[in-house]
Nanobody, 128 residues
Framework: QVQLVESGGGSVQSGGSLRLSCAASGPARNRGCMAWFRQDPGKERGGVAAILARGDTYYADSVKGRFTISQDNAKNTLYLQMNSLKPEDTATYYC??????????????????????WGQGTQVTVSS
């Protein structure tokens, strides 16, 4: 059973930075693909960044060059470093995991159903 717990959300001014963390537990083989999604109220949850166990990373165009996804396998923790934040980055951010690689490789088109495991979400608010 995989459990994911996000932390690190908060409020920041435009141009600021935040680092989100996702503490993971459960079999590592079920977490070969890990990702961050975000969702605004009334909108679909969309993929932001993803990372495979071997370290390959994938990003949505809207965050390339500003966000960095990483993982610390010794701590079983996934991170999302968010720099140069914009008001349009405001959303609830979710950590997700799956044992298959394809949801990460296709993160731009990934759907919520593509990932088996989800965290509860953490709110990020960016003010102008």
């Amino acid at each position: 059973q995989v459990q994911l717990v996000e932390s690190g959300g908060g409020s920041v001014q435009s141009g600021g930075s935040l680092r989100l963390s996702c503490a993971a537990s459960g079999p590592a083989r079920n977490r070969g693909c890990m990702a961050w999604f975000r969702q605004d109220p009334g909108k679909e949850r969309g993929g932001v960044a993803a990372i495979l166990a071997r370290g390959d990373t994938y990003y949505a165009d809207s965050v390339k060059g500003r966000f960095t996804i990483s993982q610390d396998n010794a701590k079983n923790t996934l991170y999302l470093q968010m720099n140069s934040l914009k008001p349009e980055d405001t959303a609830t951010y979710y950590c997700a995991a799956d044992l298959r690689a394809f949801p990460c490789i296709g993160i731009l088109e990934a759907r919520q159903d593509d990932f088996a495991h989800w965290g509860q979400g953490t709110q990020v608010t960016v003010s102008s």
